[in-house]
DNA sequence: CCAACGCGTCGGGAAACGTTGACGCGTCGG
DNA sequence: CCGACGCGTCAACGTTTCCCGACGCGTTGG
């Protein structure tokens, strides 16, 4: 994992460690050893996962003192959603709860 | 390639060549030669990709003579999506055009 | 009945990936 | 100023993925 990731949203969201890490990310911005601690990982392999992350622009550092925060940054996943689409049209029954859902988000 | 490994479905939509194919099979089933043709891969290659799907449960098999036609089996993407929903929430922009869209398919 | 076709699968080699221990660099506390 | 902390990165190794050529099996057409 040390060469130069292909930074492919698809194969970054391949791995079921990187993609908890998003989801972590979503409460909020945290610390790589915070964000280790959930894992049954080496901190470097975190590290890591964040670096193939970080290539796919799907999360952000900053340097606060000696730690690093790292910060969502979901644009990138606009690329799955859009790939995704066309084939919402098949399971048009479970549209209607999504629909529901968005007017929730919309209409609160 | 060869063994039996029970593939999740982001690992499926990590390879280029999978997700065309999937995109192939939305206008209806095909034959394996027929996908081939798409590709500048030997046909092995594109029928071990198939099988990655279909061991993903995303594509279904239909012997037809001396061809096998694939079909679409587009319900494991479900977990993608609802996976992807929670991100929604941030870029709140872009789900306007979603929900018409939607509504547009409920609506017609 | 036999040759050609369509396809799955195996063998194997190259490349990519995931993990770990070791090292280095900047930062903070005493 | 010095040791501890937080973190990135490298070297190395085992595993997985990807691709191809070769083979085998069932189907079809002559």
Known sequence: MVGVPPTDVFSALANPVRRKLLD????????VNDLAGQFELSRPAVSE???VLRHARLVREEPR???????????????????LHPFEHYWRERMRSLRD??????NP
């Open 24 to 31: 972590s990310l979503r409460e909020g911005p945290r610390a």
């Open 65 to 83: 003192g000696r730690q690093r925060y790292y910060h969502l940054e979901p644009d990138p996943l606009v690329e799955v959603r859009d790939w």
């Open 49 to 51: 996962h964040l670096q």
């Open 101 to 106: 859902l968005l007017d929730e988000e919309n």
